[in-house]
């Protein structure tokens, strides 16, 4: 098989790139190693609404949820409940994953289910792609360029070479359930934090319905022999949701962000979680993903132009042009992350408390940055600043 692009994983990144290439008039395969893109579910599927809406206009059957409030619990017991309508979405992630490679397709791109890109070969650039179909079994694919994004474990970059192996305190392990025959609040996110919760991370509520919830957790790799995620797990929702009727389940890990050093090598562009575009505080990565897939799909797309020469070129589309939006914001939260792991649990509840006085003369957090919050906490609470020198 011989196409000019091939695109190994269709989730967001993935479909994204697909529909960037395929849109500019070129033949593109889409590669999905399970049967239908968005299956198993595999995430929280939160995502903010305002970063999301100015990506793309979604049908009302991909949302569950409109989230308008969110309440922070301390190890201690305190909480905090910040107003800020539309916030964010929960969205229904398999018909959202799915949709999008529908886009993909409806442009010209051919989904391949059921296929796994293993490795890249070729002399002074990559040229073929091996795969393995569960039904026709091993075979090939050439194309002039490649764009992987397969997820965290993504073997495909890390076989071509590029150093995408990082060491265990480079990220959280997760496990979530889903919960029917619960109340929630629809529009309410819950976070817990604690080292009794959650060590070096958080539990969160996503809900479904007011009836129906995503409950997990992140544990630092490092810590989960001590601290086993679905120990401390079930403890919470034993303890919060006594009757509640496990209705899914997933782990995964969640890599922290590691720089551009992972984003391309040769005609390889490298997109999403497979290039470790994520928030390294929170692990969410849906915005990312689409973000960084459309970025390197429009580079795949010029570079299939011939508007690039070089395939060292492409570094000045693809990352470069994501990076410029989303590498400050990314390599923050790196830094912040370096704080989150250093506080302690009285340290959490003296925030919580900071942040009930901060908000208190204010109806919601919409509006405010991140800066003035920190300015604020700060302000009252000084002996916070001795994990400033961390952001460094």
Known sequence: MRYDAVVIGAGPAGSMAAVEI?????????????????TPLCCGEAVSKGALDRLMSLKPDLISCTIDEIKVVSPGGKAITVKHPGAGYILNRPQFDLELARQA???GAELLTETIGLQLSGETAFESLAIDNRKDGPGTI??????????????????AGIPNLINVRETESLLQYRLKNIEVDPALIEIYLGRRIAPSSY????PKSDREANVGL???TR???????EQLLNDFIGSRFPGAIEAGKFCGLAPRYQGERIFRLKNLLVAGDAARADDSISGAGILYA?????????????FLRGDIRQEAELDQLYPKKFLDEKGEELALYRKLRNIYDRLTDDDFDEIIVALIEFFAARDSVAGLKPGQILAGLIKTRPKLLKYVRHLW
């Open 22 to 38: 395929a849109r500019a008039g070129f033949s593109v395969a889409l590669l999905e190693k399970h049967s239908q893109p968005g």
């Open 223 to 229: 810590l989960t022999q001590k601290f086993p995620p």
């Open 105 to 107: 397709v409806a442009a």
């Open 203 to 206: 539990l969160w509520i996503f």
């Open 142 to 159: 050439d194309a002039r360029i490649f764009i992987a994004a397969d997820g965290v474990e993504s073997k495909v970059a890390r076989l």
């Open 290 to 302: 689409l973000l960084s897939g459309r970025y390197a799909g429009m580079a795949a797309a010029a």
């Open 218 to 220: 992140g544990v630092s």
